[in-house]
């Protein structure tokens, strides 16, 4: 597969509804290797998501991350926005789980809510994160720590 960014994201990226700062919340969640889910980007919500075969980790230690310290810097040399935030701290999830993807998404309402939250992005092809490893990869037991490269957890960039 190759990573999926939903069209729903860059709508509501292009109207001013919601974006990459501090007004925002964005999170993201662990899709488990069992999933079946083909990433759409036509889904315009998580549950669509879900119903389409997503299925998200469930094991001891697991929870959801909420994205800090987001910024969108323009990268005058690459000539592209880059998006960062912080490392993402999944916490210290139980042994023998495989994960096989990471969903970020903009929560809608004060509290997760699957049938109105809006995917961003799918990321199924990290190389290096979480824990130096690629997509997918076994929890051993310990944190599962998403780092976040220097260019940006996802960019764009006008074509050439």
């Known amino acids: 597969m190759a ?4 069209d729903k994201w860059l709508e509501v990226r292009a109207n001013k509804t919601y974006g990459w700062d501090s007004g925002t919340t964005i999170r993201a969640l662990l899709v488990d290797d069992s999933s079946t889910y083909t990433p759409n980007r036509s889904h315009t919500t998580v549950s669509q998501c879900i119903s389409g075969g997503l299925v998200e980790i469930s094991g001891s230690g697991y929870s959801r ?20 935030c ?12 495989t994960v096989k993807a990471v ?29 130096g490893v690629n997509l997918p990869f076994e929890t051993g037991g310990g944190a599962v720590t998403m780092t976040i490269p220097t260019s940006g957890l996802l960019y764009h960039k006008q074509s050439t």
Do not use: C, W
């Not at 990268?75 to 926005?81: D, G, K, L, P, Q």
């Not at 809006?118 to 190389?127: F, K, S, V």
């Open 3 to 6: 990573n999926t960014i939903f």
């Open 65 to 84: 991350v909420t994205l800090a310290n987001k910024t969108a810097t323009i990268n005058s040399t690459e000539h592209r926005v880059e998006y960062t």
């Open 86 to 97: 912080d490392q993402l701290q999944f916490g210290e999830i139980e042994a023998g789980i």
């Open 103 to 131: 969903l970020l998404f903009i929560r809608v309402g004060a509290s997760d809510n699957a049938s109105v939250d809006i995917p961003i992005m799918y990321i199924d092809t990290a190389q290096g994160p979480p824990n």
